[in-house]
């Protein structure tokens, strides 16, 4: 999302009246007309004020940066898509499209805080960022830069420069949470224990297999061509057991629709899978890798990514799946609270009739509009009627001494009051007159 200045609060487009003016004016001016000059400049103005269009309006400042109008309705369209996306409809989609806009404001806010603290930590994410935008230009199969940046304009409605942003900050947002909250939350070993215990009756595996898969098509190719997707089956299975991120490839390499989901297939029971394939998959361990398995439309690699033997799951299988289970609960109130000291840190100013739901309690908020911010002034009176502290004051060295002399200048006490031939603060020694003035040269009479 790029960033605006906000050294105004409204941007404005004027119309094209106030260049016709300038025309005018300029032509009155070369031919030495004075008062019509000051008219049109007042004339050009007012026409200006009267055609200002506001173009868009800033809802929030937040540190050194600030939230448009226009952010907080690219979140609602984005909002909407995904409702579409899931099918949400009627007052479901009603419902979630209000909950959105009335956290839309404070999720932009999170967002700027968690990206302003990551940068205060010095978290650098450039090259995870490369990495994915590496990715998503590979699965694309676009070389060409420019080309690749038009697809994502196409794809996202944004530039290239804040779909890259965007990605940025997601990162960095993860990774501050990561740092500054998930790392300090830890489930004790007991109360994963005791929350096996209690529900039990939840860890009761039928059997079940879980897999990811990579294919190789050979559909339409001749000989030859199917030897070389052999071959590349092969290779694939190879860096897979050296330890390769089975997924990964499968996202880059596997031709079956499964690869936009890492290769990820639903779990399986007896008898749902073909008898060769079966026969191999419920008898390996987690993290096996299958050798190319020949099927009439390529060649098939599965991993073995979960199985699950029939009857209660011990302690051991299931403890990860405990641990995430009390985990995220926690994690959200821990997160919420994070932000909100955040927000008491920051200064942060929110324009009246729009609403941050993560409100940091007792926070002033309220917009300070410059228009209407009043000059501290101060009157001859004020000035006149305040205490003077007299100073100290370093005469000038007398020409001819090799000391200079110093006024006392401090207040001294009615007891302590010098006689009226000795140099006071207000008055000069007569006995030293030169130096109450400048040393300066008198002219000789002429």
């Keep these: 999302m790029t960033r605006k200045s906000f050294s105004t609060d409204w941007f404005a487009v004027r119309s094209n009246s106030v260049s016709t003016w300038n025309r005018i004016c300029g032509i009155m001016v070369h031919m030495h007309f004075k008062w019509p000059v000051v008219m049109c400049a007042l004339a050009a103005t007012a ?37 579409r996306q899931k099918g949400v409809a009627g007052p479901a989609h009603e419902k979630a499209l209000k909950e959105g806009d009335r956290d839309s404001l404070r999720n932009q806010i999170d967002q700027l805080l968690l990206v302003q603290k990551g940068k205060d930590l010095n978290i650098n994410v450039d090259t995870e960022v490369t990495k994915q935008i590496g990715k998503m230009q590979l699965e694309s199969k676009i070389t060409d830069p420019d080309k690749f940046h038009d697809f994502i304009r196409e794809q996202t409605g944004m530039p290239f420069e804040d779909f890259r942003a965007q990605i940025r900050n997601s990162i960095l947002t993860q990774r501050v949470i990561g740092q500054e909250v998930a790392s300090r939350l830890n489930i004790p070993h007991s109360e994963v224990e005791k929350y096996y215990e209690e529900h039990k009756k939840e860890f009761v595996r039928e059997e079940q297999v879980f897999l990811r898969e990579i294919l190789i098509s050979t559909e339409g190719k001749t000989p030859d061509q199917v030897g070389a997707a052999e071959k590349k089956a092969k290779e694939l299975v190879a860096r897979a057991r050296k330890g390769e991120k089975f997924g990964e ?45 020949r099927m009439t439309n390529g060649f098939e690699i599965l991993k073995v990514e979960e199985r699950y033997e029939a009857g209660q799951a011990p302690l051991a299988e299931v403890e990860s799946e405990i641990t995430e289970r009390l985990y995220m609960p926690r994690m959200e109130p821990k997160v919420r609270e994070f932000l909100t000291k955040l927000r008491e840190d920051a200064f942060l100013e929110i324009r009246t009739g729009y609403e941050d739901s993560g409100a940091a309690p007792g926070k002033d908020t309220a917009w300070k509009d410059p228009a209407h911010l009043k000059p501290e002034t101060t009157t001859k009176e004020e000035v006149a009627a305040r205490k003077h502290r007299k100073r100290l004051l370093w005469l000038v060295p007398i020409p001819g001494t090799a000391k200079s002399s110093k006024v006392e200048t401090a207040k001294q006490k009615p007891a302590e009051t010098a006689p009226a031939t000795a140099g006071s603060a207000d008055r000069p020694s007569a006995a030293a007159p030169q130096a109450a003035a400048p040393a300066t040269a008198t002219p000789p009479n002429r």
């Design 47 to 83: 026409s200006a004020a009267s055609n200002v269009k506001v173009v868009e309006e800033i809802v929030a400042k937040v540190n050194g940066d600030i939230i448009t109008r226009t952010d907080l309705e690219r979140s609602r369209q984005q909002i909407e898509s995904d409702l």
């Design 249 to 293: 490839m499968a996202r880059q390499y596997s031709d079956a629709q499964t690869a936009q989901n890492y290769g990820e297939l639903p779990a399986y029971k007896r008898g749902q899978l073909r008898k060769e394939i079966e026969d191999i998959v419920f008898k390996q361990p987690k993290g096996y890798v299958t050798d190319p398995v």
